[in-house]
């Protein structure tokens, strides 16, 4: 600890500059959805993060997540150069869909499946099919679609970054 007098900063005494460069700065969050949470959901979230737009990463989730990974799942990853998220997959919680500033399903969620709550939220469907029960080539097929799909949400994204910041006044 330095020495000398301490300082106490209420956030109330914090300029509000600074209190909105705090919040424009803290990650935003893409969360990719589909029901196991196995195959597509966690490809998406590899290639997200694999080069997100500035201020940006990506979870997933699943409604009904499968005890692990689609075995499939990796080693389709890593023929382009991409590992498994670290995490097994994970059920879709309430915090998660309210602090996602994106939310995008997989085309996987029917009435039984989706949560009340995601359907009232803005949200993408991006309608692939589930390759766990496709050949290898068609695995290879949702993932490149995938990919593609991936490329251009992170184009959206930073685009409509640089059209606010564009908006914004100076300081």
């Known amino acids: 600890m330095l020495p000398g007098p301490r300082l106490r900063v209420r956030p109330d005494d914090l300029p509000t500059r600074l209190l909105r460069r705090l919040l424009l700065t803290a990650p935003r969050v893409a969360l990719f959805i589909c029901v196991e949470n196995a195959c597509r959901s966690l490809m998406a979230e590899a290639m997200f993060n694999a080069d997100p737009p500035p201020g940006w990463t990506a979870v997933s989730a699943g409604t009904q997540p499968a005890a692990g990974p689609n075995p499939r799942t990796g080693p389709m990853l ?94």
């Open 78 to 171: 890593a023929e382009i150069g991409l590992a498994l998220p670290a995490h097994p997959p994970q059920i879709l919680t309430p915090e998660m869909m309210q602090g996602a500033r994106e939310r995008v399903t997989m085309g996987c969620l029917d009435d039984a499946s989706c949560p009340a709550q995601l359907k009232g939220l803005d949200l993408r469907d991006w309608g692939l099919p589930d390759p766990a029960g496709l050949d290898d080539a068609g695995f290879r097929r949702v993932r490149d679609d995938l990919r593609g799909r991936i490329a251009g949400l992170r184009r959206e994204l930073v685009l409509a970054d640089r059209r606010r910041a564009a908006l914004r006044p100076a300081a």
